[in-house]
């Protein structure tokens, strides 16, 4: 899965940012960085990600407020944040606003990478629950069809 | 272009836009297209009139916003440019391609 998973790191340190892409590009995937709240809704407006990893604290704008603007527009992207100060307020809060899981820095890398599967498991699983969902609906929309072509052929 | 080698593109495109919905919808569309509306998945390119009428039974209103999908990997496939409209008539735009490429020899096949 990894080569074709791509994965939106928002964060304005730019060291942070260089040692989390050297990690997960390291494990295959395929990763973005950006510095402000601005611009990861306009990269995640123009392009699929299905993993953001969103820094609590943004320059222009709290990573849960972010949240809050991109719920909408990308409903399929996994949101994972990424804090330093971890409280029960702040994780209820960012819950409440749409975040899929939560990173506590410093970061414990295979914490990292665990809760990045986790979420492209239960991304896929999703998907593949939607997509079922699809061709049920085409199965029953069809056997309606039939029918009323039947019921058509009778009344003839 | 030669006429076989227009249909293997559409019918790619077709496939792609269909795929959009998942895996399994498409092979349930093409299983359906052939047991209920006698349309092949090879004859499609041929009979797009029927096969546009049939997602448009299946899917209503959501129909024309998988022609549109297919219509644009169409043109994409094919090199042409494909303006910004709201509402694509896949027939219309294939036929629009077709003369295109017959008249002003314009593909670049990607």
């Known amino acids: 899965m990894s080569r074709n998973t791509r994965i939106l790191v928002v964060d304005d340190d730019e060291n942070i940012r260089k040692v989390v892409i050297a990690i997960l590009e390291d494990e295959g995937y395929t990763v973005e960085s950006v510095g402000t709240a601005k611009e990861a809704i306009e990269k995640s407006k123009r392009k699929f990600y299905n993993i953001a990893l969103i820094d609590i604290r943004l320059p222009d704008m709290e990573g849960i407020e972010l949240l809050t603007k991109i719920r909408d527009t990308t409903p399929r992207m996994r949101k994972v944040i990424v804090t330093g100060y971890p409280t029960l307020q702040n994780a209820v809060e960012a819950v409440n606003k749409g975040a899929d899981a939560y990173i506590v820095k410093p970061f414990d890398v295979k914490k990292v990478l665990k809760t990045i599967e986790d979420q492209l498991n239960k991304q896929q699983a999703e998907k593949q629950y939607s997509q079922d969902r699809v061709a049920e609906f085409i199965q029953a929309r069809v056997k309606e069809l039939d029918m009323e072509k039947e019921v058509t052929q009778k009344g003839k | ?110």
């Open chain 2, 1 to 110: 272009m030669p006429q076989d080698h227009f249909t293997k593109v559409l019918l790619a495109a077709i496939e792609e836009g269909l795929s959009s919905l998942g895996d399994s919808p498409r092979d349930a569309i093409f299983y359906h297209l052939e047991a209920s509306f006698q349309l092949k998945k090879e004859d499609i390119p041929l009979n797009l009139t029927d096969f546009k009428q049939a997602l448009m039974r299946i899917f209503g209103p959501g129909a024309p916003y998988i022609e549109k999908i297919i219509t644009k990997s169409f043109y994409e496939k094919l090199g042409l440019n494909l303006e910004d409209v709201q509402d694509v008539d896949l027939v219309v735009y294939v036929d629009n391609a077709k003369r295109r490429i017959v008249h002003a020899g314009e593909v670049k096949m990607k």
